[in-house]
């Protein structure tokens, strides 16, 4: 944090003593210092064992009360996006990145400006995007989340006309995030409705007035790789979903200057239990409109959040980046160039084709390093490609989620180590056997 | 928090030594030692002064680097609901309440069960409303929200048929907390509409198959009535909002065994900024279909926000909550009681008739002590009582905000002791010259 002080309110004999805050550090420490056995972790908030100390929370295929015990017939978990492969970095910043919160920290409704949104929050985020390169803040508004899930709806909800006659068409091209989908069909406002992939509208009239609402997320989930929209035209509005657009992840070509941009901490310091997003704006109407959505839906994001998210990017932003993006790319790089000699021995499995480019932020040609692996089984025979890997005990994610065939299966490669070494241990067998 | 060891791993000749906690207690501990004159709080995500000192933020009417200049030509702010008359409670119980997180708290998705609720903060708030005696929350299912806001919307979704052909009427009965109306009809599903007052469908037949969702707010806002929903049927639902629900504000008569309850953070320990608030749910199907909304709306609710609430309930559940509660009360009490000393000596201004009443949590009759003063403009020409307040530099909130006659107005009497002085004084003046 920014704050340093010459106080010597606290300092006796040259040492600083504290005092209401003592019983909190106390705390963190002992939970901190309970190891797992290295396959888990303890929190101050885990369910208690004994009456005193927390259980630890065991990660997949491991046991115990320490979780020591391993289990090699038990299933690899490959499915969901929590991104634990950056866990090991904050473990190693505990110091930076620890951070109070007082009982009275933030009670009211607003910052001192009236907002729902910390004004120091978004200068961090405009120093970050400056720093990393990828995306254009200059002359933009900024808005706050929970999440960048919250923050979708919303912009669908902003860049819909208000007319019952003609509700905003809402598209994505597949394969994408199932999010946009079905967000879209559960809200269900008289102002929008999902209608299918774009490629299904591309050679539409131009002179259609219909709004037409298009996601584009890049790089992709699932494939990792960089996109642009598909439809043109005045009646088109386009949501960049830039969730996985770091250096961890990705290339970085050039900042991003669209006008309606999405980001999430979640996958740039993996931390997706905060639910902090942010959305990079260009049109005030579509600002002041995401503005009300999140004051109805939850006036605004808890202060808790966004203090954290406030040290964490303190802590991403020391030396311009390099320590995180460095460390976060090293391990996605190592992962896929793992998994990829793993499947280079298979006919049955293939892996999508990504291919180095020059990253402007590390400054040279780069590797890819994506979050996910979209694999695709190439037997005519495998038409559940999800089945094939379930009964090799590798659970993923099935290619219909993301409105892809059932030929794809989606692994997350952004878990814990642990996870990552279970599902490339599975993989070997399953290859080994073919 | 229940954590308690018996661990020597930090201790040193008999004392603890922080190791990687030192920094982030020394930054809380030198932000809350700077005093803004007892007129304001620095926070430590506060903007800076100097380059290095925090800003103090001021109550309203004061101003200054240290918020030591009053001016008395200013605004009462009566408006909002922000709860700060409870910070000096947590000021108080600052080490009890103090929370240190860990930059690697919590990082995925889900908490090990694999749902976004921490299940120990379930088990606190379940002991606290059997403490309180205000909520029955046995046999039924608990969900979390972004404040109550986000669970209100969520409620109306889960209780609303997915027929467009017939959408749920939405309902409120006047004076009504105007949120209800608009974020129904700001949503816009296709699902229900808003519909007015509920006194237009009281008379409605019993054989109607469309659905009503009536919003019944016990106490009131804004008057703090404890109320009953007005329409009865099998084709009826009902969302309670206990926002209020609590010893500071109103007698507890005795636990509510409701279907579905709202309770919120916000106005039991005045941490709205926290955004954390829960709903009590009888019936499975809607509790599903709410975890639904919340899933796609936000996936789960900020983890910091949760171990903030469990920290704060472990003070609150202390002695049985005894000292919240009583610290709470006496303020409102004494508030209400001033206030209505100086408006009794009025004609032009009255007051909500509220009377003592037997309260089951202090096990006494009680005298009342409301959130709010909802007072009305008696004089036949001052058919605008906000801008005869405004004028005397008091501002409230308007009576047809709430959907009410604006003969009325909403003061807040929740805020910080300096607005509530201000606000007294502000009226004493006004009705002096009556």
Partial sequence: MIVSFSSTLFVEGGEWKPTWTTGAAEEAEEVAAIPCSGHGRAYLDGLVLNGHEPVCECNSC?????????????????????????????????????????????????????????????????????????????????????????LLSAAVYALSPNTAVSPAKVVATAPYYPMYRIQTQFFNSRDFSYEGDTTLWKNISVNDTTRFIEFATSPNNPEGKLTKALLNGSNVKTIYDHAYYWPHFTPIPSPSDEDLMVFTISKLTGHAGTRFGWAIIKDEEVYLKMLTYVQLNTMGISREAQLRALKLLDVVLEREGREIFEFGYKIMRDRWMRLKKVLSKSTRFSLQKLSPQYCSFFKRVRDPSPAYAWVKCERQEDNNCYEILEAASINGAEGIAFSADNRYVRLSLIRSQDDFEILINKLRILVSKE
């Fill in 62 to 150: 491991y046991s115990g009360l320490d979780c020591s015990n391993f289990s090699t017939d038990c299933v690899a978990n490959a499915m969901s996006g929590d991104p634990y492969f950056l866990e090991p970095f904050w473990m190693k910043h505990a110091a930076s990145s620890a951070v109070l919160v007082s009982g009275w920290h933030r009670m009211g409704y607003t910052y001192s400006d009236g907002s729902y949104i910390s004004e120091l929050l978004v200068k961090y985020i405009q120093k970050l995007h400056d720093t990393v390169g990828n995306a254009v803040t200059e002359g933009k508004y900024i808005i706050f989340g929970g999440g960048s899930t919250q």
